[in-house]
Every structure is written in C-alpha cells, then in structure tokens.
C-alpha cells in the first residue's frame, strides 16, 4: 500500500509512493492510541456480572413459634419449593420484575437456602407461618412469591434499582447532553477529499480569520504544530493537550485561538469556528467518542469538518435529530501520490520520497535494516516514539539535503490509511461514551458494586441507538481492574481509569498501580519519588531493549504529567517531570538516530547461540532443513512478516543459491 501519511503533509512534504512493510492481513490500530486492544467486544448479561449477596438469618425468639413449624422440616419446605418453581406463573412474574431464567434459578438456589437452615427458627416468622400453611394445604405455594421477590432483591440489589439504571444508562440521546451547542444554530462545513488535498489547509485559513476559535486535531503533535504556525502568523494562539497547557501570554489572559487535542474541546466554551480534524475517527474503537462528543457538543457558529468523504453520510445522519444541515466542499488531491496495493517486490525500487508503511514496530525494524542494505539510510517513526523525536525524524525526511529521504513508520503516525481502506466500507456508527455523572449516579445505586463491576453492569445495561457504539469504557476496564483494591474516592478512581496509558506493558502498569496507591494515603507523588522507580539517569540505548526501556519510561512520565494537569496538588512536579521528560526524548532520539547500529546489535545478539535459549538449543541440534525453516519461523515472528512474505523470502534465498 502506497500512501502519504496525514502528518508529514503538514510540514510541508510531499511524498511519491508510500508501501505497506506487510500486506496480508494487516493488524489496524487505533493511530494514536497507545493500547492496542481487541477489536470485538460483547457486553456480558447482566445475570453473568452480578454476584450474589449473601443473607444472614437472625434468630428469632417469637413466641409459638414451635407451633407453626410442627411437622415442617427441611424435605417438606424442598418439595413445596420445587413445586413453586415449576409454577409457569411464577416464572411469568420473575421475568416481569426483571428475573430472567437463569438469575431465577441463581435467586431461587440462595432462597431455598434462605428457607432451609438448620435451625428453622431463624427463617422470618411470616415466611416460616406461609411455608407451614402451603404445606398444610391451606394456602397455595405461589403464595411465596412476594417473599421470593423480596429476597431476590437483596442478593441482587440491582433488580430494586433497575429502572433507574435503565434510565440513566440511557445514551440514545446524546444531542441533549450539550445545551451550549443546542442553543446555537450551527453551520456545519464538511471539507471532504482524499489524503493531502488542502481539506485541513482550507479548515485552518477559516480558524485564523475568527475572532474566536478551537482547533481540535488528532495528535498532541498535529496540536502543537497549529498552536506554533498561528503564534507565527501574529494570532496569539494556547494549546491544550491532555499532558500540557501552553499560553500564548499567560493563565491570566486565553487567547481567542486555542488549538487542542480532540478531547480536550470543552463543549460550554463558547467561540465562533471549531475545526475537528480527521473527523472519520469518529468511528474509532478507543477514541472515536472525543469525536462525535465534538461534533455534537462543539458550541460554536460554524463547525469546519476535515475528513475522509465515508464520514459524510454518518455525519449527516448523527446531525439529522437535531435539524443541522451539512455544507460539503470536495477538494482534489494537491500532489500525485500512489499507493501501492501489494508489499514491496524490491527492496531496490524504493525511491526518494517513498514511505514505507508497516503495522507494527517489529516491521519497521525489519524494513529499515533492509533498506540499509540496499545502500538506503531511512528516517523511522513508530507510535511509542516521544513526539520530539517524531518530529525530528520527520525533519530529516523533509530536509532535502538530508540523506535520509525514505521513511519507515507504522501506521500509528497517519490516520487516513486504515480509512482509506475503510472507505470501501462507509462508516455505520461512531464511538460514544457516558460521562462522569451517569456513572456516579450508577454507583449510587449499587454501593456495594467495585468500579470494575460497575461498568460491566453499565456496558450491559445502557442502551445506545443504531448509529452509535460505545468505547472507553472497556479502556477504563483495563485500569480499574488494576486498582479495583486501591482505595480511592470514585471521582479520583474514575479519572485515573480515563488516563490514555498502555497497559499491555507489565512495567507501566505497575507504575499506574503504584501511583494510586500513593495518592490513595495522601502522600504527594513528588519527582524524587517518582524518579526512584525509573532506573534514572537515563543511559544511551545500545540495543533495542534499552530503547524500549527508554520508551516506556518516556510513557510513565506521560503519565504523571497527564494526571498532574487533573490533580496539580497531589502531583506537584509537573515541571521537574517535563525536564526529565525532554531529557529522555533527546535519549530517544539519539537511540532512534543509532538505530541501524541498534538493529546490528540485535542481529548479533540473535545469532549467538545462548545456551539459557531453549529454542536456539532445538534450532542447533535440528537437521540443516528444519534448521532453514525455523529461523525463518523466527523471522516472520520478529518481523511480523506475512505468510506472502515469507514465501517470498523463501523464493529470492532459492534464487541466491542458484
Ligand atoms: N491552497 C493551498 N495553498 C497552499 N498550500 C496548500 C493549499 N492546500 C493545501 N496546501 C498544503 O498542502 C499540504 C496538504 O494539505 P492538508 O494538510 O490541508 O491536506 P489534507 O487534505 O488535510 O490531508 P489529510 O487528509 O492527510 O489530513 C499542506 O502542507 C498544506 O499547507
Ligand atoms: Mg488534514
């Protein structure tokens, strides 16, 4: 696949042909978002995620009591039991209150306990008079029903409160949560065309020209970029990310312009133009509720929409409730760009310009070294990069006389490709999130439920309309699972669960879990100690681990700096962390600059046989044939490779030994 990623076109670049490192079955990740994550998710049922309480008998010293029990005992209360819950009526009644089958027959396992101890004394009297009754035949056993909805309710405490969770998990509406933007009539403008056309160019001339406006970009770095150019351009212009606030002045005197991450948008700002970019991200699986939040929420007099034409019908319709119209304006594409539709044959066709697009990082090491032996010195750029050292590798790519003029980057860097792909394929529905406040209310409703069981009960009990799916919460899953035994106050536990960490990486993680416990006694999470975690200083990567490890440490000072913008005063040292910060992505850099280097020692690394390697022994001691394939077999793991590929490989070393 030839294309020109969205980011490097903004400094200027025009670049011939981009190819994809691996064409058979591409692994799409969200561009900016760190975690990578399963692509089908299924709300659980809510029978699944609620636990039963459990109820305790209290003794009762009720006189006559002996009289009412008389010949009950537990075989007599078992029989009149089963009798009742073969009754079609009383299942007929459970359903209605919200019973199903199986969490009947969860509810009627702890009331036949209930109903059955040992002492039968400390059943509740009433129940105790009604059981002796029916098994007398004087009064029939669906009679137990209220007693059998009662108890149901206190094992399952969500069944009392479910109407009020049906109510307020209810996100099929959300054109009513911004009162700011429905008492405007907005004009929407939907610049649509394909990658590199000027769409953002034409949305920025718009936002330059207001008196007041919001630019909403997809990256921190597509942020910083419109925050410098407009500075430049004499418009005092802020920035906010979701780790920086920058003033063109100071905090006492906002700018008129603010460029911003797109989450950040603050839907009760009022202005006169909001641009969101890259509006098709709308659809994206992690992030694609700051999108439709923005298009909703954005309380302005014009909306400039910059994006892939697949979002137009979607926009439309997500616009139509609300009686907002949409301007489109098709723009053609500015430069001659190819795209490839198959991996590169060649190694030796790559030309200046080209980008080499793969989908993961192990991909573009692979390609790079490849380009390297074919005399080609490429710039490299993957996600977990710093945005400094992104920015400077794509410096050098632009430089003309710079040496490195190809480059290698996952596809992490440019969001228009997974939606080039998906253009095909028009988008059905947008991502959605609930908010603070209906969670806040949920756990007033159910005390007793942890946070982690709580947004389970949530993603299985809200309703969301056809045009919409939800996402974060599943994101907030996999970090309040991580501190679901930290205690901390709901507000607190819900925004570190918002944070954008990855947590596939055990190291960060671990970090995350340590930060929360700090805060959760109070102790200020200061530089020092958060500098003692990190093998600090920092030393120069000399192979790819030691790069990685600069990375994630780069990510956990993210981290700090993302929190320390929600919780200033328990995290103190945002300015001594961004210094570090800086420091590392310098050391980044430098790794990235070496990165050949790195790469050799790695090739080096991997070819010395390691006598704690278990699969290096097997690959020593198997026949020349096996021995072929399995390193191969590595390979294609460590490259990422496709089977195509693979294949390939196998066909140019045949060629070589012929
Ligand atoms: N009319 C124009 N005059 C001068 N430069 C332009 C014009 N239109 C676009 N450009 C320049 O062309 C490049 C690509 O434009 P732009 O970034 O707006 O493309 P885009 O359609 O938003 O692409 P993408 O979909 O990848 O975001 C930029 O460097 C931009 O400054
Ligand atoms: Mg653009």
């Known amino acids: 696949m030839r294309r020109v990623p969205g980011m490097f076109r903004t400094f200027g670049v025009f670049t011939q042909k981009c190819f994809s490192g691996s064409s058979a079955n591409p692994r799409f990740q969200s561009m900016n978002s760190r975690r990578k994550r399963n692509s089908v998710r299924k709300a659980s049922a809510i029978e699944d995620i609620v636990e039963p309480r459990k109820i305790q008998h209290v003794t009762q010293a009720t006189a006559g009591m002996e009289e009412w029990i008389g010949s009950l005992d537990s075989t007599s209360i078992n029989m009149l039991l089963d009798e009742f819950m073969r009754r079609p009526m009383v299942r007929q009644l459970a359903k209605e209150n919200g019973i199903n089958d199986k969490l009947f027959m969860r509810a009627f396992k702890s009331f036949r306990e209930y109903c059955t101890p040992k002492d039968l004394s400390s059943v509740d009297a009433a129940l105790l008079i009604l059981l002796s009754d029916i098994s007398k035949g ?72 207001a008196k007041s406006a919001v630019f909403c970009g997809p990256l921190k770095l597509l942020a910083a970029e419109v925050f410098n150019r407009t500075n430049e351009l004499g418009i005092p212009c802020d920035l906010v990310t979701g780790e920086e606030r920058r003033f063109a002045k100071d905090n006492h005197h906002p700018s008129q312009h603010l460029s911003s991450t797109v989450e950040m948008l603050s839907t009760q700002m009022r202005v006169e133009v909001v641009v969101i970019d890259e509006i098709q991200m709308l659809r994206d699986e992690q992030r694609g509720w700051a999108w439709t939040r923005a298009l909703l929420g954005a309380a302005a007099d014009e909306i ?60 573009v090491f692979f390609n790079s070294k490849k380009l390297e032996e074919n005399g080609i010195k ?115 536990r819900y925004t570190f669960c918002t944070s954008p960490l990855n947590t596939d990486d055990k190291r ?125 077999e590595a390979l294609l793991k460590r490259a990422d490779i496709s089977e195509e590929d693979l294949e390939q490989l196998r066909d140019e070393l045949n060629k070589k030994k012929t």
């Not at 479910?162 to 911004?178: A, E």
């Not at 795209?339 to 989908?359: H, L, M, T």
């Not at 990069?385 to 003029?405: H, I, R, S, V």
């Not at 095909?424 to 756990?443: H, L």
């Open 138 to 209: 004087d009064k029939d056993c669906e009679m137990l029903y209220p007693f059998f909805l009662d108890h149901s309710k206190q094992v399952f405490p969500h069944l009392e409160a479910m109407d009020d969770l049906r109510i307020i998990s209810d996100l099929t509406r959300p054109h009513n949560w911004y009162p700011e933007a429905r008492s405007i009539t907005r004009k929407i403008f939907f610049h649509a065309g394909p990658t590199n056309s000027g769409k953002t160019y034409h949305a920025l001339k718009r936002f330059g020209e």
């Open 304 to 363: 400039h929409l910059c994006g892939e034409p697949a979002a137009i019908d979607i926009v439309k319709k997500l616009l139509e409730p609300i009686g907002e119209t949409v301007e489109v304006r098709y723009y053609e594409r500015k430069s001659p760009l190819a795209i490839g539709d198959k991996a590169i044959e060649s190694y030796s066709n790559i030309e200046p310009g080209d980008c080499i697009v793969c989908f993961s990082k192990r991909a």
């Open 378 to 492: 490429p710039a490299v750029i993957y996600g977990d990069l710093p945005p400094g050292t992104k920015l400077a590798q794509a410096a050098k790519f632009n430089d003309p006389d710079d040496e490195c003029n190809v480059l290698v980057a996952t596809d992490a860097i440019g969001m228009g490709l997974n939606l080039n792909i998906k253009r095909v394929d028009p988008i059905m529905n947008v991502g959605i999130a609930p908010t603070y406040d209906q969670i806040e209310t949920f756990s007033f409703h159910l005390p007793q439920a942890s946070f982690v069981r709580l947004l389970d009960l949530f993603v299985s009990v809200c309703s969301v309309s056809d045009h919409f799916f939800i996402c974060t919460v599943y994101d907030m899953r996999e970090l309040a699972v991580l501190i679901d035994q930290v205690p901390l106050p709901l507000k607190v």
């Open 508 to 632: 960060t993680a671990a970090v995350f879990v340590k930060m929360a416990r700090r805060f959760s006694t109070g102790q200020a999470l200061t530089y020092d100690w958060l500098i003692d975690m990190l093998e600090w200083p920092p030393k120069p990567a000399t192979n790819l681990n030691e790069l990685a490890l600069l990375e994630q440490n780069y990510e956990i000072l993210d981290q700090y700096m993302w929190l320390s913008m929600r919780f200033p005063d328990m995290l103190p040292d945002e300015p001594r962390v961004r210094e570090a910060s800086k420091l590392l992505d310098k050391m980044i850099q430098e790794g990235v600059e070496s990165f050949m280097s790195l790469i050799s020692v790695a090739q080096s690394e991997s070819k010395e046989p390691r006598a704690s390697n278990s699969q290096s022994e097997k690959v020593s001691k198997s026949s020349e044939k096996t021995k072929k394939s399995s390193i191969l």
